[in-house]
């Protein structure tokens, strides 16, 4: 799946905090072939992903969350919240902005890299939590970060996390890990 079609696939299901209901799968689908390791752990009511390519070197670790805030009365929505529509140009759905499309775009930067550079000299690993959004009650990305930074012991990290400024009007994506945009 491109950038596009990914976002709207997550976009398209309604995993309101702290329920992933399916994100997970998907995500894991995609980047297995990438030869990503891929563990799902749950505690409480939360879900974590934790996917890891390669064994050497640093590690380069892009933090996000697949859950949503509940979309409020639908009726006011100019779509469905979970339609994952284009309205004028932009892609309209609940977790568009925060951060069904981010993980999307790291997904896809990801597989372009990987083509180009299919054994890097360090780790690339994707963190992911079903509950950002909700109550800490229902559990959070706590225990699965300290389990990671003990395995790191906390000198290797980068942590990308939250969307980043809206897209210009000619589709680019940014390929971080090369410092290159691909048109």
């Known amino acids: 799946m491109n950038t ?3 976002a709207q696939k997550l976009i398209s299901i309604k995993s309101i ?22 563990e799902i752990s749950s505690y409480s009511n939360v879900e974590n992903l934790l996917a890891k390519h ?4 640093k590690i380069f670790c892009f933090l996000g969350h697949t859950d949503v805030v509940p979309s409020g009365p639908e009726d006011q929505w100019i779509v469905d919240p979970f339609s994952a ?10 977790g568009a902005a925060d951060m069904k499309s981010s993980i999307a775009a790291f ?3 990801v597989k372009i890299f990987l083509a180009d550079n299919p054994d890097p000299p360090f ?3 994707i963190l992911l939590t079903s509950n950002e959004e909700g109550e800490i009650s229902d559990g959070k990305i706590d225990k699965i970060i ?23 009007k000619k589709p680019i ?6 410092q290159t945009s691909h048109v």
């Open 107 to 109: 997904i896809n930067a």
């Open 54 to 57: 390669g064994s050497k070197g």
């Open 123 to 125: 780790q690339i690993w």
């Open 85 to 94: 529509q284009i309205v004028d140009n932009s892609l309209v759905g609940r």
């Open 4 to 6: 596009l079609e990914l």
């Open 146 to 168: 300290a389990e990671v930074l003990a395995y790191s012991n906390c000198k290797t990290f980068l942590f990308k996390y939250q969307p980043i400024p809206p897209a210009p």
């Open 17 to 38: 905090s702290p329920n992933d209901n399916g994100c997970f799968k998907i995500i894991k689908d995609e980047i297995i072939g990438l030869g990503f390791n891929v």
């Open 173 to 178: 994506i940014v390929d971080a890990l090369k």
